[in-house]
């Protein structure tokens, strides 16, 4: 069944780094501290995407656990993941950038790769 998904929205930030990708069905958005760069959004790409997503339960975002906490001394960012359908929001609890919950590892991977 299909989440409807409008939006995905991975934030990575600490003191001095703001990383930011946000993509749509029809635009990717990549910022690196204040330089963005903007493109069309590939429809494999997003088909891709919302795959991936079909296989995380949304309505359990908030609750899953990072397995490591080095972005409380600043040895990794903090981020978070936020995913829109067309009735709501989900966003997930922060977690080190480089060690995401295991289920959404696999869409955290294919966000960075666009």
Known sequence: MSQNIVSIKL???TRGVHKEIFITEKKCEITDNSQT????MN?????RVNAI??????ENLSKYES????RANDAALQATL???TKTKTYQSNIFDH??????????IK?????
């Open 110 to 114: 294919e966000l960075k790769k666009l």
């Open 37 to 40: 760069k903007k493109k069309l």
């Open 98 to 107: 480089d060690n995401p919950p295991k289920e959404f590892l696999e869409l």
């Open 11 to 13: 934030i990575e930030a």
């Open 82 to 84: 936020e995913i829109a």
């Open 43 to 47: 429809a494999q790409a997003w088909q």
């Open 67 to 70: 397995s490591s906490r080095k």
């Open 53 to 58: 997503c079909e296989k995380v339960a949304l």
